[in-house]
């Protein structure tokens, strides 16, 4: 492990940022040690990276006592910092205000800091393309270093593609005209000079060595030396895991029945889960609503013909597991051995040993909504009378002043679709829909045509106006108002709704499900620029970057390594200005004449980065979004206009299953199921916390002996059919700690003796029944993503003598592992794994897409679409009341758009800062936790339950 720091700084620099001042607590002294050691270079070594731990008078300097004894632990050490969790963490004595010269300044700066070296390193070391182009990302091409590639032959669309002749055929490849004007129905032209890149079809990427995937396959002899012959598709078995680490206790099974309640949807009934305190269901259901926009391996709903069998010995029957219940195997898209090349004397694999492909576009272009190919598009449906508009109708005579925005129509027999779809809402993509895909589809459907109904609005006042639209095929004309046809206004309106999608994602729904403030200014800093008023810190970053990849200005043109700078001018400033002295990626200054064109597709184009390897997700994205613990089994009914504290009902969410959403929709109304889902905490990301209704789901579809599956067991199993490295290997593939036992997964900070603790205790004591231990053999190697301390090759014993009883810790399938991690930064409701992943991909994403960067433009938006995604809305940016966590912000984007498309719930939402937190908490001081009810909401029975 590489602790090594260099002087790269005078200490001038560094004593103005980081702050040495007195603070008086005994930590002065170690943060002139830390200032005089330098920042530590970015890792030339994927086994030296810098893990997010840091040495000891860092520690000190940035959070005291208690951050030093932290890094014996394999957590991250930021999470321990000053400032970064709530009021508890604040340093006796200062303000949150403190400056960043105080403890507070330190501990946050230090936090973003640290977050920014795994950012850096994890685009350095955890991109793997499994499209063919890995080979020229080691070797380069034509001079050029792998990492500095911007184009490539494998990213062109293929002779017989429809628009092959269009893009420029066997020449050079180069999209223009209409392929380029908006976000395209398959994804390709995102990047003009990668038309496939993104598109639908293209295979999944990975975050891990190539040789690190598929250990069941025996291919690698580090793998084979890590599992022995342990594992298997059904070994450990998954409907026993499932059943033994993943079932929900009921204090009265009696009143849960399964998740299915009780008769009458009666309030009595009661289903026991762990809740998240500061994150709603409708938080849950938004992440499901995203997941089906990035990736999806089934297709049309179906996975591969051939049926399997899922596990459960006849033993194991007694836990409640099924043994007859069947499913389809996953697809498989190239499962020839990979070709080897060699490259720096190392052999490579080309590829992971199988892929698979991403059914629908990986652009957050709200495919789910508008389609990723033509088939889904059929179900699209358009307003009869403004082809502009998605075609909403009428359900029912309910008051309200939203109703009048009506519901999406049902999908209608010569719509393509599925059995199992019918007497559903018409949408997209239509898997797996409930109450909760059922409200986002029609709150988005809504907040499209409120888009167009502003956008006539201001074509009627001002008809000739210009309109700020260009047509790339005739750039310098003039698009004014009246010019605008129903089709073009309908692909703004798809613009508008992605980049607000995004900005809520990114701006709203992250930062409370990591509710603490480095995650705060980190996430507006992905979206508005973290250093607006912070330029020491910013000055400080460029000079790491400076220092580490030479002169600034090679770093921006090679574009390799400027997520510094990406984080610096934020991703929606970046880039969609030109200007004389600054070429690219220069943010918005009024001072200066801004000399951007669409008649140069450079500018157009200029402002991605997809840092040398194109943009996909990976499978390992996939697997950390396996969130189905978020779920509850049932739904704490309510009413808005008559006393929303009341819960009338309790509804199954699997009585919401596919067509029986539409209905639940229809009958309840759209307020009605916000305010439930919006008051209600969603399940905590533990062990023992899945709803019982998914492990007994039923999809007659398989014809089945049982017609169910264990959705929760076909979580493990997919992930092994894709090879997605066990939980140990995955953290070292990704630059964190592995542990060492099972018990490294109980979470330090507590008491011996305490509830908590012992509960932690009873949980890895069935984590090691289930994954059984071995003798160890310290003569194998098990890794070569990381080194131990003293440089030697980590082996089987993790440290302990030959020979030794050690826990299978390294066979823990990734989701039980990261379902395990007890031990969390504050207000974290995902773990530190899958973290890691999202530091990553979710910045990649808003990287790599041309309009959120340098399209992001009143020529593509208009300058209607333009307002409307900066403001959140038509009628400019609004203000929150007061300082919430001592920030000024504005109104939210997701609650402006539910004020636009449910006005009925103003009153509700008028206590509402953020509309992720559910919404009759007390917020608190500081980033609390603290389930108590806000002022008026003290009679709602939710907060008489833990
Ligand atoms: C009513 C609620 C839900 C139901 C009925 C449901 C059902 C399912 C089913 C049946 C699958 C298996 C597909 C297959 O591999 O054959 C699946 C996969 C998945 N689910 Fe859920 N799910 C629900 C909620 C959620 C939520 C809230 C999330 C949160 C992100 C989520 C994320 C995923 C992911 C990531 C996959 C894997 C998708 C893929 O392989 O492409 N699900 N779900």
């Given at each position: 492990?590489?602790?090594?720091?260099q002087?790269?700084?005078?200490?001038?620099?560094?004593?103005?940022?980081?702050?040495?001042?007195?603070?008086?607590?005994?930590?002065?002294?170690?943060?002139?040690?830390?200032?005089?050691g330098?920042?530590?270079?970015?890792?030339t070594?994927?086994?030296?990276?810098?893990?997010?731990?840091?040495?000891?008078?860092?520690?000190?300097?940035?959070?005291g006592?208690?951050?030093?004894?932290?890094?014996?632990?394999?957590?991250?050490?930021?999470?321990?910092?000053?400032?970064?969790a709530?009021?508890?963490?604040?340093?006796?004595?200062?303000?949150?205000?403190?400056?960043?010269?105080?403890?507070?300044?330190?501990?946050?700066?230090?936090?973003?800091?640290?977050?920014?070296?795994?950012?850096?390193?994890?685009?350095?070391?955890?991109?793997?393309?499994n499209?063919?182009?890995?080979?020229?990302?080691?070797?380069?091409?034509?001079?050029?270093?792998?990492?500095?590639?911007?184009?490539?032959?494998?990213?062109?669309?293929?002779?017989?593609?429809?628009q092959?002749?269009?893009?420029?055929?066997?020449g050079?490849?180069?999209?223009?005209?209409?392929?380029?004007r908006?976000?395209?129905?398959?994804?390709?032209?995102?990047?003009?000079?990668?038309?496939?890149?993104?598109?639908?079809g293209?295979?999944?990427?990975?975050?891990?060595?190539?040789?690190?995937?598929?250990?069941e396959?025996?291919?690698?002899?580090?793998?084979?030396?890590?599992?022995?012959?342990?594992?298997?598709?059904?070994?450990?078995?998954?409907?026993?895991?499932?059943r033994?680490?993943?079932?929900?206790?009921?204090?009265?099974?009696?009143t849960?029945?399964?998740?299915?309640?009780?008769?009458?949807?009666?309030?009595?009934?009661?289903c026991?889960?762990?809740?998240?305190?500061?994150?709603?269901?409708?938080?849950?259901?938004?992440?499901?609503?995203?997941?089906?926009?990035?990736?999806?391996?089934?297709?049309?709903g179906?996975?591969?013909?051939?049926?399997?069998?899922?596990?459960?010995?006849?033993?194991?029957a007694?836990?409640?597991?099924?043994?007859?219940?069947?499913?389809?195997?996953?697809?498989?898209?190239?499962?020839?051995?990979?070709?080897?090349?060699?490259?720096?004397?190392?052999?490579?694999?080309a590829?992971?040993?199988?892929?698979?492909?991403?059914?629908?576009?990986?652009?957050?272009?709200?495919s789910?909504?508008?389609?990723?190919?033509?088939?889904?598009?059929?179900?699209?449906?358009?307003?009869?009378?403004?082809?502009?508009?998605?075609?909403?109708?009428p359900?029912?005579?309910?008051?309200g002043?939203?109703?009048?925005?009506?519901?999406?129509?049902?999908?209608?027999?010569?719509?393509?679709?599925?059995?199992q779809?019918?007497?559903?809402e018409?949408?997209?993509?239509?898997?797996?829909?409930?109450?909760?895909?059922?409200?986002?589809?029609?709150?988005?459907?809504r907040?499209?045509?409120?888009?167009?109904?502003?956008?006539?609005?201001?074509?009627?006042?001002?008809?000739?106006?210009?309109?700020?639209?260009?047509?790339?095929?005739?750039?310098?004309?003039?698009?004014?108002?009246?010019?605008?046809?129903?089709?073009?206004?309908f692909?703004?309106?798809?613009?508008?709704?992605?980049?607000?999608?995004?900005?809520?994602?990114?701006?709203?729904?992250t930062p409370?499900?990591?509710?603490?403030e480095?995650?705060?200014?980190?996430?507006?800093?992905?979206?508005?620029?973290?250093?607006?008023?912070?330029d020491?810190?910013?000055?400080?970053?460029?000079?790491i970057?400076?220092?580490?990849?030479?002169?600034?200005?090679?770093?921006?043109?090679?574009?390799?390594?400027?997520?510094?700078?990406?984080s610096?001018?934020?991703?929606?400033?970046l880039?969609?200005h030109?200007?004389?002295?600054?070429?690219?990626?220069?943010?918005?200054?009024?001072?200066?004449?801004?000399?951007?064109?669409?008649?140069?597709?450079?500018?157009?184009?200029?402002?991605?980065?997809?840092?040398?390897?194109?943009?996909?997700?990976?499978?390992?994205?996939?697997?950390?979004?396996r969130?189905?613990?978020?779920v509850?089994?049932?739904?704490?009914?309510r009413?808005?206009?008559?006393?929303?504290?009341?819960?009338?009902?309790?509804?199954?969410?699997?009585?919401?299953?596919?067509?029986?959403?539409?209905?639940?929709?229809?009958?309840?109304?759209?307020?009605?199921?916000?305010?439930?889902?919006?008051?209600?905490?969603?399940?905590?990301?533990?062990?023992?916390?899945?709803?019982?209704?998914?492990q007994?789901?039923?999809?007659?579809?398989?014809?089945?002996?049982?017609g169910?599956?264990?959705?929760?067991?076909?979580?493990?199993?997919?992930?092994?059919?894709?090879?997605?490295?066990?939980?140990?290997?995955?953290?070292?593939?990704?630059?964190?700690?592995?542990?060492?036992?099972?018990?490294?997964?109980?979470?330090?900070?507590?008491?011996?003796?305490?509830p908590?603790?012992?509960?932690?205790?009873?949980?890895?004591?069935?984590?090691?029944?289930?994954?059984?231990?071995?003798?160890?053999?310290?003569?194998k190697?098990?890794?070569?993503?990381?080194?131990?301390?003293?440089?030697?090759?980590?082996?089987?014993?993790?440290?302990?003598?030959?020979?030794?009883?050690?826990?299978?810790?390294?066979?823990?399938?990734?989701?039980?592992?990261?379902?395990?991690?007890?031990?969390?930064?504050?207000?974290?409701?995902?773990?530190?794994?899958?973290?890691?992943?999202f530091?990553?991909?979710?910045s990649?994403?808003?990287?790599?897409?041309?309009?959120?960067?340098?399209?992001?433009?009143?020529?593509?938006?208009?300058h209607?679409?333009?307002?409307?995604?900066?403001?959140?809305?038509?009628?400019?940016?609004?203000?929150e009341?007061?300082?919430?966590?001592?920030?000024?912000?504005?109104?939210?984007?997701?609650?402006?758009?539910?004020?636009?498309?449910?006005?009925?719930?103003?009153?509700?939402?008028?206590?509402?800062v953020?509309?992720?937190?559910?919404?009759?908490?007390?917020?608190?001081?500081?980033?609390?936790?603290?389930?108590?009810?806000?002022?008026?909401?003290?009679s709602?029975?939710?907060?008489?339950?833990?």
């Amino acid at each position: 492990m590489a602790h090594v720091y260099q002087c790269l700084l005078g200490a001038t620099v560094v004593l103005l940022v980081l702050g040495c001042a007195t603070t008086g607590l005994d930590d002065a002294s170690s943060c002139v040690d830390m200032v005089s050691g330098g920042f530590r270079p970015i890792a030339t070594d994927r086994a030296a990276r810098f893990l997010g731990k840091v040495q000891e008078p860092t520690a000190q300097c940035r959070g005291g006592d208690r951050t030093v004894a932290w890094r014996d632990t394999p957590w991250t050490d930021w999470q321990n910092y000053w400032a970064t969790a709530g009021a508890q963490s604040l340093a006796p004595g200062w303000s949150v205000r403190g400056g960043h010269a105080g403890p507070n300044g330190r501990g946050v700066d230090g936090a973003l800091l640290d977050l920014e070296y795994q950012r850096i390193e994890l685009i350095k070391f955890n991109l793997f393309d499994n499209s063919g182009t890995y080979r020229d990302y080691v070797s380069g091409r034509g001079g050029v270093d792998g990492r500095a590639l911007k184009v490539w032959s494998e990213m062109r669309l293929p002779n017989g593609h429809p628009q092959y002749a269009a893009v420029g055929g066997e020449g050079e490849q180069r999209c223009q005209g209409d392929l380029i004007r908006f976000r395209t129905l398959t994804g390709i032209c995102n990047d003009i000079k990668n038309p496939r890149m993104g598109s639908s079809g293209m295979p999944f990427a990975r975050n891990v060595e190539f040789g690190a995937t598929f250990p069941e396959l025996g291919q690698d002899e580090l793998a084979r030396n890590r599992h022995g012959d342990r594992l298997s598709l059904l070994v450990p078995d998954p409907q026993v895991i499932s059943r033994r680490l993943f079932t929900r206790a009921q204090a009265g099974p009696d009143t849960c029945r399964d998740g299915h309640g009780l008769p009458g949807d009666s309030a009595d009934a009661r289903c026991d889960y762990k809740k998240a305190p500061f994150f709603n269901v409708l938080a849950a259901f938004w992440i499901q609503f995203m997941t089906h926009d990035w990736f999806s391996h089934l297709r049309e709903g179906a996975n591969a013909p051939e049926m399997m069998a899922v596990g459960c010995p006849p033993a194991a029957a007694q836990l409640g597991c099924r043994p007859d219940d069947r499913i389809d195997r996953a697809y498989v898209d190239q499962d020839a051995p990979p070709s080897t090349f060699t490259a720096g004397g190392k052999t490579h694999l080309a590829r992971a040993y199988k892929t698979s492909t991403n059914t629908v576009t990986a652009w957050w272009d709200a495919s789910q909504l508008y389609g990723y190919d033509e088939v889904s598009r059929r179900r699209v449906k358009r307003a009869l009378d403004d082809p502009a508009k998605l075609l909403m109708v009428p359900a029912g005579q309910r008051a309200g002043a939203g109703e009048r925005l009506g519901y999406l129509p049902v999908l209608e027999a010569s719509d393509p679709m599925n059995p199992q779809w019918v007497g559903q809402e018409a949408a997209a993509f239509p898997d797996n829909w409930s109450i909760g895909i059922s409200f986002y589809h029609t709150v988005f459907a809504r907040e499209h045509n409120r888009f167009v109904e502003t956008f006539r609005a201001q074509a009627a006042a001002t008809p000739d106006a210009d309109s700020g639209l260009r047509n790339p095929a005739r750039p310098r004309d003039v698009i004014r108002y009246r010019d605008v046809t129903a089709d073009e206004l309908f692909e703004v309106a798809r613009l508008v709704v992605s980049a607000e999608i995004a900005k809520i994602h990114t701006t709203e729904w992250t930062p409370q499900l990591l509710y603490d403030e480095p995650l705060y200014l980190g996430m507006n800093a992905n979206w508005h620029g973290l250093f607006r008023g912070k330029d020491r810190l910013r000055a400080v970053m460029e000079k790491i970057t400076v220092q580490n990849f030479g002169t600034s200005t090679d770093a921006k043109k090679a574009g390799q390594w400027y997520s510094v700078f990406a984080s610096g001018a934020g991703i929606f400033g970046l880039g969609s200005h030109v200007y004389e002295d600054d070429a690219i990626f220069a943010a918005y200054d009024p001072a200066k004449v801004d000399r951007w064109t669409l008649e140069n597709l450079d500018h157009v184009n200029g402002g991605v980065n997809h840092f040398g390897s194109p943009f996909n997700f990976p499978e390992e994205f996939v697997t950390v979004y396996r969130l189905h613990t978020m779920v509850p089994d049932l739904i704490e009914l309510r009413r808005w206009d008559d006393d929303p504290n009341a819960v009338r009902n309790k509804v199954p969410v699997v009585d919401t299953f596919r067509g029986r959403a539409t209905a639940a929709m229809r009958e309840r109304g759209l307020a009605n199921w916000a305010l439930s889902m919006g008051r209600q905490r969603l399940g905590l990301l533990t062990l023992q916390n899945h709803p019982h209704f998914l492990q007994g789901l039923e999809l007659p579809r398989l014809g089945s002996p049982t017609g169910k599956i264990d959705v929760v067991a076909l979580d493990l199993i997919r992930d092994r059919e894709r090879g997605v490295p066990r939980f140990n290997e995955f953290r070292r593939q990704y630059g964190l700690t592995q542990l060492t036992s099972f018990d490294d997964f109980i979470d330090p900070r507590l008491a011996r003796g305490t509830p908590e603790r012992a509960e932690q205790e009873r949980l890895v004591g069935i984590l090691r029944e289930v994954y059984g231990q071995h003798r160890c053999d310290a003569s194998k190697a098990i890794t070569s993503a990381q080194r131990n301390a003293d440089g030697s090759p980590i082996n089987d014993c993790l440290g302990r003598p030959h020979g030794s009883l050690v826990d299978n810790v390294e066979d823990v399938d990734t989701v039980v592992g990261w379902l395990s991690e007890f031990a969390r930064p504050h207000g974290f409701a995902i773990s530190e794994t899958q973290f890691q992943v999202f530091i990553l991909n979710a910045s990649r994403r808003l990287f790599s897409d041309r309009f959120f960067t340098s399209s992001f433009r009143p020529e593509f938006y208009g300058h209607v679409g333009v307002r409307w995604v900066t403001d959140n809305g038509p009628d400019g940016k609004v203000m929150e009341k007061g300082q919430p966590n001592g920030h000024e912000v504005e109104v939210s984007p997701l609650k402006r758009v539910l004020l636009r498309t449910v006005p009925e719930l103003g009153p509700e939402l008028a206590h509402v800062v953020n509309a992720f937190d559910p919404w009759a908490r007390d917020r608190g001081e500081y980033y609390s936790l603290d389930w108590t009810p806000r002022k008026g909401a003290e009679s709602d029975p939710a907060f008489r339950e833990k």
